[in-house]
Nanobody
Framework: QVQLVESGGGLVQAGGSLRLSCAASGTIFSINVMRWYRQASGKQRELVASLTSGGRVNYADSVRGRFTISRDKDKNTALLQMNSLKPEDTGVYSC????????????????????WGQGTQVTVSS
């Protein structure tokens, strides 16, 4: 099993910054991609940023230039640095990862699966 745990959400004034963290643990052979999604109240979930193991980065147009996704591969952790926050950035931010898991003996890949964290609330006041 693989678990993703997010942290770093909270309340911040417009123009401020927050850094979200997503820590992956469990039967991990490798992580191919890590993504951050957000969902505002009454709206559909949207992809905010993604980072592949090869270093390819993608951002939603609404956050490009303000948000930065990065990863600490040694710690299986993804970070989302959010600067110049706006009230429209408010929502529940969730981490998603494409993980190659290991076999029970831990030495071979066992297929790629997608996992979700529980989400963390980000609220930006005007």
């Amino acid at each position: 099993q693989v678990q993703l745990v997010e942290s770093g959400g909270g309340l911040v004034q417009a123009g401020g910054s927050l850094r979200l963290s997503c820590a992956a643990s469990g039967t991990i052979f490798s992580i191919n991609v890590m993504r951050w999604y957000r969902q505002a109240s009454g709206k559909q979930r949207e992809l905010v940023a993604s980072l592949t193991s090869g270093g390819r980065v993608n951002y939603a147009d609404s956050v490009r230039g303000r948000f930065t996704i990065s990863r600490d591969k040694d710690k299986n952790t993804a970070l989302l640095q959010m600067n110049s926050l706006k009230p429209e950035d408010t929502g529940v931010y969730s981490c998603n990862a494409g993980v190659v898991t290991t076999t029970p003996n831990g030495d071979s890949p066992n297929g790629e699966y997608r996992y979700w964290g529980q989400g963390t609330q980000v609220t930006v006041s005007s």
